[in-house]
């Protein structure tokens, strides 16, 4: 009883919590918790509120429509706007980030809306319908969080409309949460890059944060268990020319750097929308020649410094045409590893480095012991 | 004479362009020119907009100074709201993202301010010093951009006005450059970690692209070669035992991929202005505990592996101490790191990577192959 008295106790809390929030951050709120606590809160909620909040609901999370608030201020077109300017005055105050009304005909059909600066700066006596902007921009309750930041960033939005697939008003978008999406998209991609979560807190406790941690660790481990089985192939080379393993590290190395310039490029682009099927084989071929020039420049170098130190001209030829190969390897996977791992569902950012690096890992060791088992011994 | 023809044709077109922009993206665009046509553009300029633009420019161009315009709109305290309405309905438009009036008192000294929203909902026989904000929140010319970003999240403002060192009022910093900011700061930290500049473009020259990222590329070289002559200190164990070879690597990349993760918690704990001096060595602790945890999870599963697969426990008791020893100072390294990078004024985000790399890399070898050295041979 005492166990269900504190649940019941917690839910109140939930429910008064509720009636203080704005929508948009309660339906935040309500995707996290357990269906059993969601029903209760909708049923403690009045009719209006929890209709409103229903509909927000029915819309994915990353989704405009997850992202919407229902604070706006409707007016009609055939008024004036000193009868909206009166109507204003009447209301305690408005909505946070209202820059523009929204304008409804007689019958309530979504119309356009109209600007404060509008409002403030023509003849009280002109009606609304002909200072309004007929085709503000606006975004649609499906898309993509992601593509509502860049059409606000895009034209500079305060707030927009929110319209449903058959054009009917049914919320609004404001700058601020545009705002936490663009700082959640950064930290995503950055954290997830280490397997991470963005939520990820600097003072969690050693064990929560160890657990989590490990699990990026032991998927490493795997990729560097797969290099070193590739190493152990070579075994008897290894054995005959101890420079192979002295200098297999640096091939790796710097195909992976090489790699990781291209991944990074492309993950950036594909967040922006900036790849499409056809211009993608035109990056194909724009990395692929970064990689030739950067692996015949480097290859050059490492071969030289090669050479000095081990004074075997062999060891220089097999190291140069290795780095050349691993780079050229690196071009291409780091454009065909996000768009693969998009195609099937998985977030380039998060995975993409870790795949990287294995290819390059094990194509760098593969092209200089397997050279050197073929031509030095 | 052609030559000079051109070039007074390139300033002309500037000139007229300037004239279109607005003052602070000009102050950006004339931050990227050389000298001689900045005096030029001055000199054509009307003395107002030069005066303002003067003021812009002796700001940084990180500072909330190099971001703020100067198209605001200044009521003063003792009229009334219908005052300030009849004054705005005089204006063509007001500027981009007003949702506030800057207040003056009688003698132009900035008191505040006013937001439409108070404005529109309130009765316009008041004045505007019953109505106004007397302690909006602002931003000194002075602070960093990124402070004046958190600033906007924090309070979710569209507009904030920018006082000097003396507190008066001398522009006005709006949502839209702050947005801006924001996806800057991400870009430079996500493209800056591969060495590359947050405008490179995707479809650049080959030969452009190839350039700037050889530069990284050669860095990597260097480090890549520092891990290589610490493994060739060891070229008598290797030559012994081959099986250090084929598992050297495992201990180093164990080793980046932990220190990764604390160094990218840091990088954005410090963007943030997260970390104090007193919480640094808490985060110290914890780090190390994460560390120290993960260090003998894993060095068990690693130690365990490498019997199995060579049949020796001497092999893979030195492994699993190498991991213990190497996680450890990697946890060290991810905290100490850009802290110490940050003090000599150099972008944690930009070389924290590099830097960290070379330590895990340098540390794994080392404590691998010198522990074998030692108890093996």
Known sequence: VRADLAVQTELDELVAMAQLMELDDLVDLLQDLPGKNTRELLRAMDDRRRDSLEQMLSYPEESAGGLMNLDYIQVRTDVTLRTVLRYLRLLDDLPDNTN???????????????????????????????????????????????????????????????????GLLIGRVTVEDVVDVIRDESEHSLMGRVGMHEDEDLFAPVLVSGRRRSVWLGINLITAFLAAWVIGLFEAALDKVVALAVLMPVVASMGGIA???????????????????????????????????????????????????????????????????????????????????????????????????????????????????????
């Open 100 to 166: 523009q009304l929204m304008v409804v005909d007689r019958s309530g059909q979504y119309q356009g809306t109209l600007r404060l600066r509008s409002l403030l700066t023509n003849d009280p006596s002109i009606p609304v319908r002909e200072v309004m902007d007929r085709e503000p921009p606006y975004v649609i309750a499906t898309q993509a969080q992601a593509e509502v930041a860049r059409l606000f960033e895009d034209e500079d939005l305060i707030s927009a409309p929110v319209l449903n697939e058959k």
């Open 259 to 377: 790699g990781s310039q291209t991944l990074t490029l492309m993950i950036r682009a594909l967040a922006l929308g900036n790849i499409e099927r056809c211009n993608a084989a035109r990056l194909l071929w724009k990395e692929i020649g970064v990689g030739l020039i950067n692996g015949f420049v480097w290859a050059l170098v490492v071969a030289l410094i090669s050479v000095l130190w081990f004074g075997d001209y062999g060891i220089g030829g097999v190291i140069a045409v290795a780095m050349v190969v691993n780079l050229l390897c690196a071009a291409l996977a780091g454009v065909v590893i996000p768009l693969i791992l998009r195609r099937v569902g998985v977030d380039p950012a998060l995975a993409g480095g870790v795949v990287l690096t294995t290819v390059t890992d094990v194509v760098g060791f593969l092209a200089f012991l397997g050279l050197a088992t073929l031509l030095l011994i």
